[in-house]
């Protein structure tokens, strides 16, 4: 069983829809999680950080339930720029600062 | 500010062939971080540097496979007798570290090794 486990889509939507990703993490001693963000061919970038009481920055929204070790995330109002892959991270338990990405979930935004 | 920079952005190399992968984190950045990413997966972490030293070197998946930061900036991966399971995207990453854990990764554009 992968550490952390995404649906891989591809999640095909209209602009202006609500799309929801989906993520579980199996090592229940992990503290910190993340969103990060795709481009094809490019580097991942931070979208967002994680908490228990939801986070929230603009169109997005991050929630994490430790109880279910499951974590979302939000798209309202979809853009063409949004189409990318969507990783969903845990920072491993332990000292280091070492993240365990899922395989992401594909998103694309059509006109 | 500059980014995390790596060279070269595209390798082509032979089997059995050696590699070096280098990577010059963020300016003031003491943490150094590299991950391989193969197609259609995450990033998969390799090794973490504090400074000059590895702390954690649990992701390199076996002895063909080291990394050196000797004066705590530019990191280079070294991969010996390269096999075609290595061809991958490399990426590194740098961070702050000095917050502790929790810090954000900033990541590299990566470079795309391709072993034949």
């Known amino acids: 069983r992968k550490e952390v486990e995404q649906d891989p889509g591809p999640f095909n939507v209209p602009e202006g829809a609500t799309v929801a990703f989906n993520c579980t993490y199996s090592n229940s001693a992990s503290q910190s999680f993340f969103w990060y963000r795709q481009d094809c061919r490019k580097e991942p970038k931070l979208l967002m950080s994680?908490?228990?009481s939801g986070n929230e920055d603009g169109r997005f929204t991050a929630q994490l339930n430790r109880a279910s070790q499951y974590i979302s995330l939000l798209i309202r109002d979809s853009k063409l720029s949004d189409s990318a892959t969507y990783l969903c991270v845990a920072q491993a338990p332990g000292g280091y600062n070492k993240l365990i990405f899922g395989a992401g979930t594909r998103l694309a935004v059509h006109p | 500010g500059a980014g995390v920079s790596q060279t070269p952005s595209n390798k082509v190399t032979e089997k059995g062939k050696y590699v070096e992968l280098r990577c010059d984190p963020i300016s003031g950045h003491t943490a150094l971080y590299w991950y391989r990413q193969s197609l259609g997966q995450g990033p998969e972490f390799l090794i973490y540097?504090?400074?000059?030293?590895?702390?954690?070197d649990s992701g390199l998946p076996n002895d063909r496979f080291f990394a050196v930061r000797p004066e705590g900036s530019v990191s280079t991966l070294k991969i010996q007798r390269t096999e075609r399971g290595d061809s991958a995207v490399y990426l590194c990453a740098s961070s702050s570290g000095t917050s502790g854990r929790s810090e954000t990764q900033y990541f590299g554009p990566g470079t795309r090794l391709l072993v034949l």
């Open positions: 994680v908490y228990s």
């Open positions: 540097f504090q400074g000059t030293g590895a702390a954690d």
